[in-house]
Every structure is written in C-alpha cells, then in structure tokens.
C-alpha cells in the first residue's frame, strides 16, 4: 500500500521513494507530502531539505507536540497583512505547481498536482516570523528598544472601558530575562481579534478605571506621549498601561486582587502556556532611583515594561483558556 494523494491511492516501490527522495518539490509540497501533523503520509525521507528544516523547526516548538492543535485565541489580521505588504511578504496564496515522475517499470507514470489556494495561520505565522526574524526578541538581556517581542506564557485577557467605543482589549503577560530581570507585556488590541473561547463576547463585572485611560489611548493612536498631560515621559505612561493591565476593575483593597485576576471587573479570561508575538511601541526600563513601590503597588519587583500590539496569542487548545465567567 502506498500514500494517498487527493483521494488516489498510488503504489510506491523502493525505486519511486528514491526517486521523492532526490527530486525536491520545495516547500510548496506540503500538503501532499507533509509534515509528520496529519496532513500527509509519505516518510519524512521524501519531503525536500526545506521542507525538512520546517518540521523539525515546528517538532521543537512546545506547542506542535504530536496531537497537539494549534488555536489562536487572537488574530490581528490586518495588523498582520500591513506587515506583509510593508515588507513583501506574500500572504495571499500559495502558488500551483505540477510534477510528473516518468514511466517505471511495472508501475506506469505518476503525476503531483497542487492547485493554488489560500494559506491558512499557520503558514501566515510562519512566514512573518521567518521575515522578522531575530528582531523578534524573547530574552530581554540586551538595552531598549525592541522592535518586536515574543514569548511563552501565561496571557490575562480583559475589556478596556472607554477605549475604541468599549472595542478594546488588553492583554498582559510576564516573563523573566536569563539575567534575572522581571519584564512585564501590556499588549493593546481591538476585541473584535480576541476569539470567542478566549470570552470575547463574555458579560463582565465593572470597577475601578484610570484616569489615565485617554492618555494611553492617544498614545496608543499617535505612538507619543501627550505632552500636557501627566504622564508624558516614557516610564509614567509604561506604569498607568501597567496599572490598566493588571489593576483595572479592582473594588476594595488591591491585595484582595492580588493573583486573582478573575475577581476583578473587566477581565474576561487567561491563557496558559500561550504562545505569543507582538509589535512594541514603547519599552522602558524603570529608574529605581526615581521609583520606589510597597509590596502591593503596581510596578513593585517590576524592571522593565513593554507596550505594544499583539500579532497573535495562540494556544494548545481551547481548554488551556480559563473563561472567569465560569469562575464568578
């Protein structure tokens, strides 16, 4: 017996895999000869180098373990596609291509066709990722400014009131760099990004909301500080978008909040173990000549802050999102 190839059963002698293994048909083969994730079933030996480097490249990510999808609890496609276009990325199809293998004996000839379709997240996550590349920061050793940043973690969803006519979503993660640094993510999008399963459309308690709302949200728009306003320097607006990530919807003290992200308004659900990708606007390492936190203050153990927009949050599965309208 040998692989199915869009529903037509070809036998495979010895002779025809040494030949799929010495004819390469590129990356673009994929999806008949496939990565070892379900999508096809010829030996590993019979997809091209590239393709090759590309599952072995997926084999180590934590996420693309054997039985293990992939869902995106945020996808900023537009934000994603201006990349593209910015950089000559193409994200719109795969190309065509067609491949004959000649007569053999006892078998007859044998002909590969792949018809040009759109690419699916994943195939878009990887080319962006391939074109960034190294800028894409995950260790936070070297100065300011990243222009991109990456990790995997624990991701807080919540609804931002008052910004993008209640459209708004933040997202904060948290990560140590290898030096022992604490950084900590606050990623600005719009809700209509955030999959339903991560509680998108969830109904949610109010609360507490700052005052600085309408500077982040200029800043978020205009990529400044607002120079009338209280927090125009870098490191006042890195801790109000802190602030807003991880303290807005708290009633009462805010040590009763304190890794309770549920018990507070506004939120809508956490990822675990998500994998995540952003562009970053403003990243900032806090003087702790000039600030000085209780044990329960926002910006307390705190090194450095980063502000940016997510590209994506993706996760094992949707059981790995914790939705607090369960949990309330």
């Not at 199915?4 to 994929?30: H, N, T, W, Y």
């Not at 276009?85 to 000839?109: E, M, Q, T, Y």
């Not at 209780?294 to 980063?306: A, K």
Request: glycine content about 10%; aromatic content about 8%.
């Amino acid at each position: 017996m040998g692989p199915v190839v869009d529903g037509l059963l070809i036998a495979v002698s010895p002779c025809v895999k040494l030949m799929f293994q010495v004819i390469e048909f590129g990356a673009e083969m994929r999806h008949v000869l496939g990565c070892p994730d379900g999508r096809g079933s010829v030996p590993a030996l019979a997809r091209s180098p590239v393709e090759a480097r590309s599952c072995r490249s997926k084999e180590s990510f934590p996420m693309a373990e054997l039985g293990v999808v992939r869902r995106y609890a945020y996808w900023a496609d537009r934000r994603i596609r201006a990349i593209g276009v910015d950089n000559g990325i193409s994200l719109d199809r795969r190309i065509s291509w067609k491949a004959k293998l000649g007569n053999i004996p006892g078998i007859g000839g044998a002909e590969f066709a792949q018809d040009a379709r759109a690419l699916d997240r994943t195939e878009i996550a990887e080319r962006i990722e391939r074109a960034i590349g190294a800028r894409a920061v995950q260790d936070f050793v070297t100065p300011p400014k990243v222009d991109y940043a990456k990790g995997v973690g624990r991701v807080e969803f919540a609804q931002l009131s008052g910004f993008y006519g209640r459209g708004g979503v933040v997202m904060h993660t948290s990560t140590r760099s290898s030096s022992g640094a604490r950084v900590d993510v606050c990623l600005f999008g719009s809700l209509q990004n955030l999959a339903d399963y991560a509680g998108a459309s969830d109904n949610h308690p109010g609360g507490w909301t700052s005052s600085a709302a309408g500077a982040i949200e200029l800043y978020l728009e205009n990529r400044e500080a607002v120079s009338n306003s209280r927090w125009y320097d870098p490191e006042s607006l890195a801790l109000e978008a802190l602030k807003i990530a991880t303290e807005q919807g708290v009633t009462g003290p805010r040590h009763e909040h304190q890794g309770k992200p549920s018990t507070r308004g506004f939120t809508l659900g956490q990822a675990k173990e998500s994998e995540w990708l952003a562009e970053i606007y403003e990243d900032v390492v806090l003087d702790k000549d000039r600030w000085t936190f209780s044990h329960d203050e926002t910006g307390h153990g705190v090194d450095r802050i980063l502000i940016g927009a997510p590209l994506w949050i993706r996760t094992p599965s949707p059981q790995a999102v914790t939705r607090f309208r369960d949990l309330r």
